[in-house]
């Protein structure tokens, strides 16, 4: 079946505009993560969906990050006011329930803030 | 803060030998626990996961152990293969401050797998 899908693969983008990003999961996961990966780093926590409802956003750097899944399937992470310090590989995973389950990642897309 | 982490950044191994990547971790509350491949450009990808009350888990090739008295996991990759060559991270999946675990992983920097022909 299909893996989790990830649009646009790349995004290059001027300080100061508005991006958003977006990731189909595994058709039926009710979980879906998003992390953030810098240069040689792991991946980084940003938010968690259960369903349509964002369960957890603590990762999020700030007000300038957003993100939804209004269906309960298809998210988009949303950043306003992009800055230099933002460039990094966005990483979408989902899961079959969340907790104790793997999560599959998809390719990310690579933003760069010129 | 709690932390995962990895004792060695670069692995370098010959063809059809046995790889081993080591992994610590300190967060105590940490129930499960995942091993991911990450080719360059590529998103990470699943390898393996083992659970807090195992301490050994098997694959195609692969095996985890959990030691959980010195909060220590592993990556056994047997005869391992040029294609194996990536950065390998673990991962894991601590209890929120509510007691529940949602999978909120948490990355260790990755060790740099190499393979020679």
């Known amino acids: 079946g299909a893996g989790v899908s990830q649009t646009p693969s790349n995004k290059v983008t001027e300080k100061g505009k508005y991006v958003e990003l977006r990731c189909d999961p595994i058709s039926g996961h009710t979980a879906l993560y998003w992390y953030r990966q810098s240069l040689g780093q792991g991946p980084e926590f940003l938010i968690y969906f259960q369903g349509t409802g964002a369960a957890d956003d603590s990762g999020l750097p700030n007000d300038r990050f957003f993100a939804v899944r209004p269906e309960g399937s298809v998210s988009t992470l949303k950043i306003q006011r992009t800055e230099r310090g933002d460039s990094a590989v966005y990483l979408c995973a989902s899961s079959s329930s969340g907790g104790r389950m793997p999560q599959y990642f998809g390719p990310g897309t690579r933003l760069l803030v010129l | 803060g709690e932390s995962v982490g990895l004792h060695l950044p670069t692995l370098s191994v010959q063809e059809g030998d046995n790889s081993i990547i080591n992994c610590a971790y300190s967060?105590?509350?940490?129930?499960?626990f995942i091993w991911y491949k990450q080719e360059s450009g590529k998103g990470p990808q699943f390898i393996i996961d083992?659970?807090?009350?195992?301490d050994k888990r098997q694959g195609q090739r692969v095996t985890v152990l959990l030691n959980k008295t010195v909060k220590h996991l592993s990556l056994q990759i047997a005869a391992t293969q040029p294609g194996d060559s990536a950065v390998y991270f673990c991962?894991?999946?601590?209890?929120?401050?509510?007691?529940?675990?949602?999978?909120?992983?948490?990355f260790g920097q990755g060790t740099i797998l190499t393979v020679h022909p």
């Open positions: 991962a894991e999946n601590p209890f929120n401050a509510g007691g529940t675990s949602y999978g909120k992983l948490t």
């Open positions: 967060n105590s509350a940490s129930d499960y």
């Open positions: 083992i659970r807090s009350n195992m």
